[in-house]
């Protein structure tokens, strides 16, 4: 029997999604915060869908929620997901308000859920995903995250024994999770073009997780990332059971079963390549035919939000999401700039974090990450110009100090709604993080010859 602080809870939400909506808010987060005040464990008595889909890890868990949920509307199916949410309790929350009856029955057929892995503790034991999605595991955010040896831990205690689990095989920590669980693994294989990446700063996952010996890497893509044994207990790196053999400009080749199915292809880029290959193998989790899945996703491009390239006389502008203070994030994107030896010279324009420091701010962060960032694989010749606006330049240009970049490259600008810097490379670089694509967009259309205004 429900209680009744559940009913009061699903009145006072659905009262202030109204009122948010009547005023042009979003209501993603903010109603799942009030119910959940209200009712604590409200998610155990808020019916879910037969179904459940759930993606975490650390990076590139949105970017395969959005492709999985693309998919399944563009194949008839009626879906609950926090796709425009927050990705805690309260999006979770606030997005089945949206899938159930007033008073919390069920009306969709399925539920994709992003998770982020810190609230995995507060959702799992409610929502039992059918399949679980990790994409990766890194260390991130101090504050929040700590250290990486935490967040396997949480996941550990928190995910369901039921979920079939789909892992990244590349990730010597993601694909030892929750050994006794069903599994099925992802993996791409050394690809011609690539090179191995020895010299990242962070090594999140140095050690055997069976034996505690140093791990052998047989290649290494970056980080932890790539092909690694033991020779003291045998421990290797898992077979595949989706395998991306080939990448090319036009197309990459997944192997199944023995058997290889080609997906049209625009981008070589691993990282998102990871994450389609991520998409891809939970929607064959879910049986859904290879025909199916290539035809949609030879459709699909990687969202502007965090990659777009214009070219306006005879200048390449580049917006790249560097993902807020995540340090493998923003040293995998230093990392794809060192390697683009087509773009000739080089100006880079850090939009940071954009604040004032007064009373009213709590600051989000412990700024120490940047010394776990590659900012190193900046120091090129082909840089020639570093730009930094925002209330975090003295902290950015330090540390490009330390990475033997050249002062005289490095200009700190004021926060500002305006742009006037003097460029003469071939190619503009923005880095930006989540809060900052509208300001990012709007110094790209700038420095394309749109609106100066």
């Known amino acids: 029997?429900?209680?009744?602080?559940?009913?009061?809870?699903m009145i006072l939400a659905r009262l202030s999604y109204f009122m948010?909506?009547?005023?042009?808010?979003?209501?993603?987060?903010?109603?799942?915060?009030?119910?959940?005040?209200?009712?604590?464990?409200?998610?155990?008595y808020l019916e879910v869908p037969n179904k459940v889909i759930s993606i975490t890890g650390t990076n590139g868990k949105t970017t395969t929620s959005n492709m999985?949920?693309?998919?399944?509307?563009?194949?008839?199916?009626?879906?609950?997901?926090?796709?425009?949410?927050?990705?805690?309790?309260g999006g979770i929350i606030s997005a089945l308000l949206t899938s159930t009856t007033f008073f919390g029955k069920n009306k969709k057929e399925m539920a994709v859920f992003e998770v982020d892995e810190r609230a995995s503790v507060y959702i799992f034991p409610y929502i039992k995903p059918d399949v679980i999605v990790v994409t990766n595991?890194?260390?991130?955010?101090?504050?929040?995250?700590?250290?990486?040896?935490?967040?396997?831990?949480t996941l550990e205690k928190s995910i369901p024994k039921s979920s079939l689990l789909i892992l990244n095989g590349d990730d010597t920590l993601t694909c030892n999770l929750c050994r006794d669980n069903t599994r099925k693994y992802f993996s791409i294989a050394p690809q011609d073009f690539e090179q191995e990446v020895f010299d990242s700063i962070i090594q999140d996952a140095m050690y055997c997780q069976n034996c505690?010996?140093?791990?052998?890497?047989?290649?290494?893509?970056?980080?932890?990332?790539?092909?690694?044994?033991?020779?003291?207990?045998?421990?290797?790196?898992?077979?595949?059971?989706?395998?991306?053999?080939?990448?090319t400009n036009e197309q990459i080749v997944i192997k199944e079963d023995n058997t290889e199915y080609p997906c049209q292809n625009s981008?070589?880029?691993?990282?998102?390549?990871?994450?389609?290959?991520?998409?891809?193998?939970?929607?064959?989790?879910?049986d859904y035919s290879f025909d199916k899945i290539s035809t949609y996703f030879s459709k699909l491009k990687v969202v502007e939000s965090r990659y777009n390239e214009t070219v306006a006389n005879d200048k390449r502008v580049v917006t790249i999401l560097a993902k807020d203070q995540n340090p493998v994030a923003n040293s995998r994107v230093f990392d794809f700039i060192r390697k683009q030896s087509s773009w000739g010279s080089i100006s880079i324009l850090f939009i940071n974090e954009i604040h004032p420091h007064d009373a009213s701010y709590i600051s989000c962060e412990n700024m120490a990450w940047l010394y776990d960032a590659d900012f190193e694989y900046l120091n090129l010749p082909a840089v020639k110009q570093i730009f930094c606006m925002g209330h975090h330049n003295l902290e950015y240009k330090s540390r490009m100090l330390f990475a033997g970049i050249d002062a005289d490259k490095i200009e700190l600008l004021e926060p500002s709604n305006t742009l006037d810097i003097k460029t003469s490379t071939d190619t503009v670089i923005i880095l930006h993080g989540t809060?900052?694509?509208?300001?990012?967009?709007?110094?790209?259309?700038i420095l394309v010859g749109g609106n100066k205004n």
């Open 1 to 9: 029997m429900k209680p009744i602080r559940f009913y009061v809870a």
């Open 20 to 44: 948010l909506k009547l005023i042009g808010r979003n209501a993603t987060h903010f109603p799942g915060l009030v119910a959940v005040r209200i009712c604590p464990n409200i998610l155990k």
């Open 68 to 89: 999985i949920v693309s998919f399944l509307e563009a194949n008839g199916v009626d879906l609950v997901a926090n796709q425009s949410g927050s990705n805690i309790e």
């Open 137 to 153: 595991l890194y260390r991130d955010s101090y504050k929040r995250n700590a250290h990486v040896d935490y967040i396997v831990e």
């Open 212 to 247: 505690g010996e140093k791990l052998i890497f047989d290649f290494k893509r970056y980080h932890h990332i790539g092909l690694a044994h033991c020779d003291k207990c045998g421990y290797k790196s898992p077979s595949a059971d989706y395998l991306l053999t080939k990448i």
């Open 267 to 286: 981008i070589r880029n691993i990282t998102d390549n990871y994450n389609k290959l991520a998409a891809i193998s939970a929607l064959r989790a879910l």
């Open 435 to 445: 809060k900052n694509i509208a300001t990012a967009n709007k110094f790209k259309d």
